[in-house]
């Protein structure tokens, strides 16, 4: 028959140009986004077939051009050219195409005439050299059909795909184009349509119902399948049906199909199978479907026959058809396809929530030349607006029902409907509202009553009336035009809660999808562009992870579905069986990437961390995770009491050993892979390579809200596992401080301070002591400076301090305000005091000379109160003479020694003028600082004069080493009366040289620099500690600077 239309058909050359118009016009609008970026693409068509249906992109073009389908024929298409390869009779046929082709786009058509015994290779060499030679000496990106090359049919067109194959050109998919070319019908197509529409809805009422009316009143046996074979007869001769269409345009979209007796597929690939027609009890139901073309366009409709349906079955019938009106109901131009099973959905789940779960997951698809334009798939997820000349088919049912039957063949049951609507400027047009969706048959099997004569039901229902004019007509058809009319008037007039109630959901879901949109929209705004990726096509096969889950997840209600993670050329891929649920990861635009088996976990994951963020679904992320469990979450209840040593429990233990180990060793050959190409000289630069976690490093501790295992890797600190992701970048780091340190504390924090301090510090609570040591040992191999604190630290302020006055921060040393534990009698030969860097408005004197580094320490309270009470003494100082000044020293010696000088005190006021106490601000004045103005060092100076010419001798330097050598020293003191000062001063200095190795060796001062930076190992020493060298005299000039120290001469 194939044969017959080549012949009968002749090419309408208006249409022709026409549509070469639009189909260039379409390419080389989009041809970057839904063209792939194709330079030229090609066609080529297979044998024809006799045994199944099918729907080819290929043949779709041929028809849709030339209005029938020339096969084992390759068209070529580029910007200059079109080339044909056929036989000679095709090629006299294709003929009027070159002056079309010149009128229309400018372009040339090559007719390459093939003979009948000749493989074409010659032909095709001369087609490549022709794409080649207009390339302009770019490269070329040729296009093609990639599905229908994956198992070419045919001599001609396997040797195309092979010389395809081995060319040098780079290969791409044009599907995505091709689909959206023939998603608006023009009018004769439309036309078409509707034709094919009228026939299928006039055998689904003539026929199909006549034909079911007939075998149940009768009680006949008969096959689906037979069934089947008439009802696709009638379609092929549309005049047993009354219908007047030209029966060569006819054909089956599909087989129609025949369901009952339990067995139900609601998928477009169903069948009818060979099982006999069920209709013997109540609560049967059939569902029957057919399907038409002509001149190629497709129409579709199903319809639910129900067997005295019980209450269940009905009210669910009535909740699919009011799902259905409205999934028709939301369409019109400029609506989202995703309106439509909306629309559906939000019906369902007001009537009956319990349903949602047995809705199909798409509310139908798209329908034209091809009996499914996946394009239009109307499922939740689809964002693709509709437009006036689309053509849908609304197919909504319920699968997987039960009913209360004890018939077996009953007790399953499912519910379909389906319709061809067409979509207008002023909404939509139900093309096959001539099949009603009434159909019932009140089933009863008294035999009393057998003389009551079975039939079908038609119960109009009032919504009807909007889809279809017979379900207005009377059941005995008396009624007059005049009371019709009255009847719809009313009709129409009527009020319905029930309209009022849908349309403010409606607006409801509007405004909430306006909402998302809109933040989605914002949040695409906001993203770096990146380029495209480039698929592997047909120059090497693509490295492939299969049945994996994503993190973070597509969003939507349906039910999640594992996908595929491919490599490309220049990054990754990861699809799942739904068209719109695909993520694409460039290679420049990974930062990190992590590969963690299964050790103590559950899952085996591949985890990428980006420069950029991209979007996965309609989230912005910069985390992605692709993972396997390996094993199931969920623990048998009815083994838990099994014995360790039983047989099925060790074999269940092999088992999962075994899925674990096959797991990890296919994530880590694709990980090893991948490391080989990122070696390749072009990739070099990224610095890509998969780093993998070192849990014998790994620490608990709570870096978000709850507790989990975090693990270092070479370059940066990582939990994988627990959502939200933790990924530190060890090189962004500035320093780390370990806070609430010892104290016996069972716990302590981290913060990390980063290089960047507009960012906020990570804090990671909670950390148990017993991997302090081992986190200090990994700071120190990762060559990260960290300090030790006893209280937590207010950051915010301290990093707004900084970076308010750097250059103060620079000057005082940086971060060794931190530096709490270190020593302040570290050595003598010290250039400077280590004062640190106090974020506070206190300005410092002159620096202090070399022989001045002791002065690092003042003695000060042992308490905040006794802090106040000196301080406010220490104001009443200024003008006292020398003999007051040293009077008041030498008494505070004797009552308190050197209690107010131990280094527990000086540490704790400190960290408190560091900002590390926890407590409120105090409520009292604010203290003076603890500096003299530069006056009071004069008089200072100015006495010490004075008592060297006047002989004063009980000016005296007494150091106390401890507290009894502290009393014997006070007693020799006396002695000394009389004595010049330059006396004195020998007498001291010799004795800190005698004493200087006790209590200030080398060992000791290298001990205690360690402890101040964290990096001694050792642990606390048991000798009670030294008290520093000052004399008594230092008591006199404490919270002096080191000017002061040296105008009085002190060494």
């Given at each position: 028959m194939a044969a017959d239309r080549v012949v009968a058909y002749k090419i309408d050359e208006s249409t022709l140009a026409r549509r070469l118009h639009s189909l260039y016009s379409h390419w080389r609008k989009h041809r970057d986004d839904l063209w792939e970026s194709c330079n030229a693409f090609a066609v080529a068509t297979p044998p024809p077939s006799?045994?199944?249906?099918?729907?080819?992109?290929?043949?779709?073009?041929?028809?849709?051009?030339?209005?029938?389908?020339?096969?084992?024929?390759?068209?070529?298409?580029?910007d200059t050219q079109i080339h044909f390869l056929c036989s000679q009779k095709k090629a006299s046929l294709l003929d009027v195409v070159k002056?079309?082709?010149?009128?229309?786009?400018?372009?040339?058509?090559?007719?390459?005439?093939?003979?009948?015994?000749?493989?074409?290779?010659?032909?095709?060499?001369?087609?490549?050299?022709?794409?080649?030679?207009?390339?302009?000496?770019?490269?070329?990106?040729?296009?093609?059909?990639?599905?229908?090359?994956?198992?070419?049919?045919?001599?001609?067109?396997?040797?195309?795909?092979?010389?395809?194959?081995?060319?040098?050109?780079?290969?791409?998919?044009?599907?995505?184009?091709?689909?959206?070319?023939?998603?608006?019908?023009?009018?004769?197509?439309?036309?078409?349509?509707?034709?094919?529409?009228?026939?299928?809805?006039?055998?689904?009422?003539?026929?199909?119902?006549?034909?079911?009316?007939?075998?149940?009143?009768?009680?006949?046996?008969?096959?689906?399948?037979?069934?089947?074979?008439?009802?696709?007869?009638?379609?092929?001769?549309?005049?047993?049906?009354?219908?007047?269409?030209?029966?060569?345009?006819?054909?089956?979209?599909?087989?129609?199909?025949?369901?009952?007796?339990?067995?139900?597929?609601?998928?477009?690939?169903?069948?009818?199978?060979?099982?006999?027609?069920?209709?013997?009890?109540?609560?049967?139901?059939?569902?029957?479907?057919?399907?038409?073309?002509?001149?190629?366009?497709?129409?579709?409709?199903?319809?639910?026959?129900?067997?005295?349906?019980d209450a269940t079955q009905t009210k669910s019938y009535q909740v699919l058809r009011k799902a259905h009106e409205a999934a028709i109901g939301a369409i019109k131009p400029g609506n989202k396809a995703s309106d439509v099973y909306k629309a559906a959905l939000s019906v369902v789940e007001k009537e009956a929530p319990e349903l949602t779960t047995n809705l199909t997951k798409s509310a139908g698809t798209g329908i034209g030349l091809e009996f499914r334009e996946l394009v239009l798939n109307l499922n939740e997820k689809n964002d693709r607006i509709l437009r006036t000349g689309m053509v849908l088919n609304v197919a909504l049912g319920f699968q997987n029902m039960q009913t209360k039957s004890s018939k077996t063949k009953s007790h399953n049951y499912a519910l379909f409907l389906a319709d061809t609507v067409i979509v207008t400027a002023t909404g939509r047009e139900v093309a096959t509202s001539k099949s009603s969706k009434d159909h019932s048959y009140p089933f009863n099997d008294s035999k009393e009553k057998e003389d009551v004569k079975p039939k079908v039901k038609f119960e109009p229902k009032h919504t009807e009336a909007i889809f279809s004019k017979a379900t207005r007509r009377s059941n005995n058809h008396e009624m007059s035009k005049e009371e019709s009319r009255r009847q719809h008037q009313a009709e129409l007039a009527r009020k319905d809660p029930e309209r009022h109630r849908e349309l403010e959901q409606q607006i409801k879901t509007l405004k909430k999808d306006f909402v998302s949109r809109e933040s989605e929209r914002a949040e695409r705004a906001s993203l770096v562009t990146q380029e495209k990726l480039v698929l592997a096509g047909y120059k090497f096969k693509p490295l492939k992870l299969i049945d994996l889950w994503i993190r973070p997840p597509f969003p939507g209600r349906g039910r999640k579905l594992p996908g595929t993670l491919e490599c490309h050329e220049n990054g990754f891929r990861y699809s799942t069986s739904r068209s719109n649920e695909r993520v694409d990861i460039l290679f420049g635009n990974i930062k990190h990437a992590f590969f963690q088996p299964a050790e103590k976990e559950l899952i085996t994951l591949l985890h990428f961390h980006l420069h950029n963020h991209i979007m996965v679904g309609n989230k912005k992320t910069k985390d992605v995770q692709f993972y396997v469990e390996v094993m199931d979450v969920v623990q048998n209840l009815g083994g838990s009491r099994r014995c360790a040593y039983d047989p099925d429990e060790i074999e269940e233990e092999h088992r999962e050993r075994a899925r674990k180990n096959k797991i990890s060793m296919g994530f880590q050959s694709f990980a090893s892979r991948v490391n080989e190409l990122w070696r390749q000289p072009k990739f070099r630069g990224l610095d890509l390579e998969f780093d993998q976690p070192l849990r014998e490093l790994g620490f608990h501790g709570v870096p978000h809200k709850a507790s989990t295992f975090i693990v270092p890797t070479a370059s940066c600190l990582v939990e994988l596992i627990e959502t939200p992701f933790l990924v530190v970048t060890l090189s962004d780091i500035e320093i780390v401080n370990l806070e609430r340190v010892g104290l016996g504390q069972k716990n302590f924090d981290m913060a990390i301070v980063f290089k960047d301090f507009k960012r906020d510090v990570l804090r990671i609570d909670s950390i148990p002591c017993t991997s302090l040591e081992g986190i200090k040992e990994w700071l120190d191999t990762a060559e990260i400076k960290y300090y030790e604190s006893r209280l937590n630290m207010n950051w915010q302020e301290i990093l707004k301090t900084i970076m308010d006055n750097p250059e103060d921060f620079i000057t005082n040393k940086g971060w060794e305000f931190l530096n709490l534990e270190a020593s302040d009698s570290?050595?003598?030969?010290?250039?400077?005091?280590?004062?640190?860097?106090?974020?506070?408005?206190?300005?410092?004197?002159?620096?202090?000379?070399?022989?001045?580094?002791?002065?690092?320490?003042?003695?000060?309270?042992?308490?905040?109160?006794?802090?106040?009470?000196?301080?406010?003494?220490?104001?009443?100082?200024?003008?006292?003479?020398?003999?007051?000044?040293?009077?008041?020293?030498?008494?505070?010696?004797?009552?308190?020694?050197?209690?107010?000088?131990?280094?527990?005190?000086?540490?704790?006021?400190?960290?408190?003028?560091?900002?590390?106490?926890?407590?409120?601000?105090?409520?009292?004045?604010?203290?003076?600082?603890?500096f003299r103005s530069l006056n009071f060092y004069d008089s200072m100076a100015q006495e010490k004069e004075k008592v060297k010419r006047s002989g004063l001798d009980k000016h005296k330097h007494v150091n106390s080493e401890d507290d009894d050598d502290e009393d014997e020293e006070m007693e020799e003191s006396e002695e000394e009366v009389g004595k010049t000062w330059e006396e004195l001063e020998r007498e001291a200095t010799n004795a800190d040289r005698e004493k200087g190795d006790e209590s200030d060796s080398e060992d000791e001062r290298k001990r205690r620099k360690m402890k101040a930076f964290g990096k001694s190992r050792a642990g606390p020493s048991t000798s009670a500690p030294k008290r520093p060298k000052f004399r008594r005299f230092l008591y006199i000039c404490r919270e002096k600077s080191a000017h002061c120290l040296s105008l009085v001469g002190f060494v």
């Amino acid at each position: 028959m194939a044969a017959d239309r080549v012949v009968a058909y002749k090419i309408d050359e208006s249409t022709l140009a026409r549509r070469l118009h639009s189909l260039y016009s379409h390419w080389r609008k989009h041809r970057d986004d839904l063209w792939e970026s194709c330079n030229a693409f090609a066609v080529a068509t297979p044998p024809p077939s006799d045994d199944d249906i099918r729907y080819l992109k290929s043949s779709a073009l041929h028809l849709w051009l030339f209005g029938f389908e020339f096969p084992e024929t390759i068209m070529v298409f580029s910007d200059t050219q079109i080339h044909f390869l056929c036989s000679q009779k095709k090629a006299s046929l294709l003929d009027v195409v070159k002056k079309c082709a010149k009128d229309a786009v400018g372009v040339d058509v090559v007719l390459h005439v093939k003979a009948k015994n000749d493989d074409g290779v010659t032909l095709m060499d001369s087609i490549f050299h022709a794409i080649q030679s207009h390339g302009n000496g770019n490269s070329i990106v040729f296009g093609l059909v990639a599905k229908e090359t994956q198992a070419p049919e045919g001599k001609l067109v396997g040797k195309w795909v092979e010389k395809l194959k081995s060319s040098r050109l780079k290969l791409n998919d044009l599907t995505n184009g091709l689909a959206h070319l023939f998603v608006v019908k023009e009018a004769n197509e439309l036309t078409n349509v509707k034709k094919a529409a009228y026939l299928v809805a006039s055998v689904m009422e003539k026929h199909v119902v006549q034909k079911l009316r007939d075998v149940i009143e009768k009680e006949k046996v008969v096959s689906h399948s037979s069934l089947m074979d008439a009802t696709e007869k009638v379609i092929l001769n549309p005049a047993k049906v009354d219908v007047k269409l030209i029966a060569a345009n006819c054909d089956i979209c599909y087989p129609p199909i025949f369901q009952s007796g339990g067995k139900f597929d609601l998928r477009p690939k169903a069948s009818s199978n060979v099982d006999n027609l069920y209709y013997e009890s109540a609560s049967s139901v059939i569902i029957c479907a057919l399907g038409s073309r002509y001149n190629s366009y497709c129409a579709n409709v199903a319809r639910t026959i129900l067997i005295e349906s019980d209450a269940t079955q009905t009210k669910s019938y009535q909740v699919l058809r009011k799902a259905h009106e409205a999934a028709i109901g939301a369409i019109k131009p400029g609506n989202k396809a995703s309106d439509v099973y909306k629309a559906a959905l939000s019906v369902v789940e007001k009537e009956a929530p319990e349903l949602t779960t047995n809705l199909t997951k798409s509310a139908g698809t798209g329908i034209g030349l091809e009996f499914r334009e996946l394009v239009l798939n109307l499922n939740e997820k689809n964002d693709r607006i509709l437009r006036t000349g689309m053509v849908l088919n609304v197919a909504l049912g319920f699968q997987n029902m039960q009913t209360k039957s004890s018939k077996t063949k009953s007790h399953n049951y499912a519910l379909f409907l389906a319709d061809t609507v067409i979509v207008t400027a002023t909404g939509r047009e139900v093309a096959t509202s001539k099949s009603s969706k009434d159909h019932s048959y009140p089933f009863n099997d008294s035999k009393e009553k057998e003389d009551v004569k079975p039939k079908v039901k038609f119960e109009p229902k009032h919504t009807e009336a909007i889809f279809s004019k017979a379900t207005r007509r009377s059941n005995n058809h008396e009624m007059s035009k005049e009371e019709s009319r009255r009847q719809h008037q009313a009709e129409l007039a009527r009020k319905d809660p029930e309209r009022h109630r849908e349309l403010e959901q409606q607006i409801k879901t509007l405004k909430k999808d306006f909402v998302s949109r809109e933040s989605e929209r914002a949040e695409r705004a906001s993203l770096v562009t990146q380029e495209k990726l480039v698929l592997a096509g047909y120059k090497f096969k693509p490295l492939k992870l299969i049945d994996l889950w994503i993190r973070p997840p597509f969003p939507g209600r349906g039910r999640k579905l594992p996908g595929t993670l491919e490599c490309h050329e220049n990054g990754f891929r990861y699809s799942t069986s739904r068209s719109n649920e695909r993520v694409d990861i460039l290679f420049g635009n990974i930062k990190h990437a992590f590969f963690q088996p299964a050790e103590k976990e559950l899952i085996t994951l591949l985890h990428f961390h980006l420069h950029n963020h991209i979007m996965v679904g309609n989230k912005k992320t910069k985390d992605v995770q692709f993972y396997v469990e390996v094993m199931d979450v969920v623990q048998n209840l009815g083994g838990s009491r099994r014995c360790a040593y039983d047989p099925d429990e060790i074999e269940e233990e092999h088992r999962e050993r075994a899925r674990k180990n096959k797991i990890s060793m296919g994530f880590q050959s694709f990980a090893s892979r991948v490391n080989e190409l990122w070696r390749q000289p072009k990739f070099r630069g990224l610095d890509l390579e998969f780093d993998q976690p070192l849990r014998e490093l790994g620490f608990h501790g709570v870096p978000h809200k709850a507790s989990t295992f975090i693990v270092p890797t070479a370059s940066c600190l990582v939990e994988l596992i627990e959502t939200p992701f933790l990924v530190v970048t060890l090189s962004d780091i500035e320093i780390v401080n370990l806070e609430r340190v010892g104290l016996g504390q069972k716990n302590f924090d981290m913060a990390i301070v980063f290089k960047d301090f507009k960012r906020d510090v990570l804090r990671i609570d909670s950390i148990p002591c017993t991997s302090l040591e081992g986190i200090k040992e990994w700071l120190d191999t990762a060559e990260i400076k960290y300090y030790e604190s006893r209280l937590n630290m207010n950051w915010q302020e301290i990093l707004k301090t900084i970076m308010d006055n750097p250059e103060d921060f620079i000057t005082n040393k940086g971060w060794e305000f931190l530096n709490l534990e270190a020593s302040d009698s570290e050595s003598d030969s010290a250039d400077e005091s280590d004062q640190g860097y106090t974020p506070s408005d206190v300005e410092y004197g002159s620096e202090s000379d070399d022989d001045e580094a002791d002065s690092a320490s003042f003695v000060e309270s042992e308490d905040d109160d006794d802090e106040d009470e000196e301080m406010e003494e220490s104001e009443e100082e200024v003008g006292k003479t020398w003999e007051e000044l040293e009077r008041e020293a030498t008494n505070a010696d004797r009552e308190k020694g050197d209690e107010s000088d131990s280094e527990d005190e000086r540490k704790r006021r400190k960290m408190k003028a560091f900002g590390k106490s926890r407590a409120g601000p105090s409520t009292s004045a604010p203290k003076r600082p603890k500096f003299r103005s530069l006056n009071f060092y004069d008089s200072m100076a100015q006495e010490k004069e004075k008592v060297k010419r006047s002989g004063l001798d009980k000016h005296k330097h007494v150091n106390s080493e401890d507290d009894d050598d502290e009393d014997e020293e006070m007693e020799e003191s006396e002695e000394e009366v009389g004595k010049t000062w330059e006396e004195l001063e020998r007498e001291a200095t010799n004795a800190d040289r005698e004493k200087g190795d006790e209590s200030d060796s080398e060992d000791e001062r290298k001990r205690r620099k360690m402890k101040a930076f964290g990096k001694s190992r050792a642990g606390p020493s048991t000798s009670a500690p030294k008290r520093p060298k000052f004399r008594r005299f230092l008591y006199i000039c404490r919270e002096k600077s080191a000017h002061c120290l040296s105008l009085v001469g002190f060494v």
